[in-house]
């Protein structure tokens, strides 16, 4: 966190008086809710409608759901206790390089849509549709598996009484009706979703401890024999490479809040927060979680998800063991409103992507419409149809959700190298045009650079070999199959191929870093974000760092 305070790049301007209740209560200030940027376009802007203080709290639930309450349940099956903490280990590492790549460039060029934009005008435009691409379709998979995960947990109390299909229906409808709303509607259900979430986190923490120590009638001390009478590394690397495919599709890549900042009040102070905040919330709440996992269940237990038995959360399997009753039933339905709001976010996200594609001529221009409440209609719809086709197609099975997790993983990954080739390639336009950006007023540089973007770049070189060796060796046993290499590769295989042609059809340019656009999007820090950002920068660092923990 002292990242922020350290690497201003450049002096402060002078400071603003400002009254400081004013600014605890609302960091934006006087900027105005529903402010849309100025640069009016025929297809309609979307509104700035996100405040610094939702950014804040979503940031700190977002991409938490299944994958960590859930997911972990299958990483500790097929890879024991060490292979899991390895795993998530590396994808957390991953997630701070990420986010100190991205966050670079945000600040100072906040567009919704983000990178996809970047890699356009400082790499390649066909490296931009690889990206886009990649990105929707990771998060609409992940879309489609959260509906298969929410009957998971409905058939916690239904016990396979209601259809199927009939529950992702339902999750269907609630989830697209949010979307007819304004979207300072949704902004509120995601800031809704995120408490309840971090309120579950810490709520299976103490719970879990306290069933470490024995709590419950039919409880008993856990001494760790689940990691020294068990295989703590169970399929040697193939189970390391699930756990850290796993992984990735449960945290996500966190370009989450990158794409929001073009939605934000402030995003010069929205950014900086969340690239502070995100990597520590992600360690903290996955790392925390799977080690208290591997304690209280045993990786042998056919209930985890992929075993022989109706899948379960691993919290909630150690809570029945324990006897202790009602804590499943709360612990159960605080997991479907952090589903709800992941599903919320697989649909935000991709949109948003799409729109940005459009106003790059990488798509058709009617996707990038947007109506009067500032809602991307059309890449909406586009989205919605994909999500739903792939949802239903999720009635096919567990091989069906093991093929959407391998897709996801896939894209999250290869995005994350793409983030760091573009970081690269602004650094080089940077340098061969002498741009003053990083002189200005509290502009944001990333740690140690080119610390970050390396690492990225290493950690998605790991992941790519996990998926490459899971698909020629799975853990499932079998050998190799035709059938099991494309389930493994298909989102890789997709995102390169559809690369490869876009750019041999279009014969897309490479950017000249001397001639690559360092103009376009870049954001001047209006006279009240300086007033806000003055007065938050003449506080003691202890009242800074106790704006990470505020959440109202």
Request: net charge negative; glycine share 8%.
């Amino acid at each position: 966190m002292e990242h922020e305070e350290n690497h201003l790049g450049g002096d402060n301007v002078a400071s603003s008086k400002v009254d400081e209740k004013q600014l605890d209560l609302d960091p934006a200030l006087s900027i105005a809710e529903g402010q849309v940027d100025s640069d009016e376009t025929t297809h309609g802007n979307l509104h700035r409608t996100l405040s610094p203080r939702m950014i804040h709290v979503i940031s700190l639930g977002s991409s938490i759901g299944s994958g960590l309450f859930i997911a972990t349940g299958k990483a500790l099956a097929e890879g024991g206790p060490g292979n899991m903490f390895l795993g998530y280990l590396v994808v957390c590492l991953g997630v701070w390089a990420n986010l100190q790549t991205l966050t670079e460039m945000t600040v100072a060029f906040p567009t919704s849509g983000n990178y996809i934009d970047y890699a356009d005008r400082w790499v390649d435009p066909a490296l931009a549709f690889g990206a886009g691409f990649a990105e929707w379709l990771g998060w609409t998979s992940v879309f489609a598996s959260e509906g298969t995960f929410l009957v998971i947990l409905v058939n916690f109390w239904a016990g396979d009484v209601v259809p199927e299909a009939a529950l992702l229906t339902i999750f269907l409808v609630v989830c697209f009706v949010v979307f007819l709303v304004p979207n300072s509607f949704f902004g509120w259900l995601e800031y809704i979703g995120s408490l309840v979430k971090a309120f579950l986190f810490v709520f299976i923490t103490i719970i879990s401890l306290a069933i470490i120590g024995g709590a419950g009638p039919t409880g008993y001390v856990r001494d760790g024999s689940t990691w020294t009478d068990l295989p703590a590394f169970k399929n040697s690397f193939g189970g390391f490479s699930n756990a850290a495919l796993l992984a990735i599709w449960a945290i996500g890549d966190q370009v989450f809040i990158g794409v929001m900042a073009g939605e934000a009040e402030s995003p010069r102070y929205s950014m900086a927060h969340a690239s502070n905040l995100i990597p520590w919330r992600v360690a903290v709440f996955y790392l925390v979680s799977v080690v208290l996992v591997s304690l209280i269940v045993p990786s042998t237990d056919s209930r985890l998800l992929g075993g022989s038995s109706v899948a379960s959360s691993p919290f909630v399997i150690a809570v029945q063991d324990a006897g202790i009753p009602g804590i499943p039933d709360l612990i159960n339905a605080c997991m479907i409103i952090g589903i709800l709001a992941i599903a919320l976010e697989c649909i935000f996200l991709p949109s948003r992507i799409l729109r940005t594609m459009s106003l790059q001529g990488l798509l058709p221009a009617f996707v990038a419409q947007v109506d009067k409440k500032g809602r991307p209609r059309w890449a909406l719809a586009i989205t919605a149809v994909a999500g739903v086709a792939l949802t239903y197609m999720s009635l096919s099975g567990m091989p069906f959700l093991t093929g959407l997790i391998a897709i996801t993983s896939a894209s999250f990954f290869t995005n994350w190298a793409i983030i760091a080739v573009t970081s690269f390639r602004f650094r080089a336009a940077m340098r061969a045009q002498q741009s003053p950006l990083f002189e200005t007023p509290y502009a944001w540089q990333s740690l140690l650079w080119p610390l970050a973007p390396v690492t990225s770049l290493a950690v998605s070189s790991v992941l790519l070999v996990c998926l490459l060796y899971t698909s020629i060796k799975p853990v499932s046993g079998g050998g190799f199959t035709a059938y099991s290499f494309f389930s493994a590769t298909i989102g890789l295989i997709l995102i390169v191929v559809f690369t490869i042609a876009y750019k041999i059809l279009r014969r897309t340019p490479w950017r000249d870093p001397a001639t690559a656009d360092l103009v376009t999007g870049l954001r001047e820090l209006s006279t009240e974000e300086l007033r806000m950002l003055d007065t938050y920068y003449g506080r003691p660092l202890w009242r800074r760092l106790g704006t990470y923990l505020r959440v109202w």
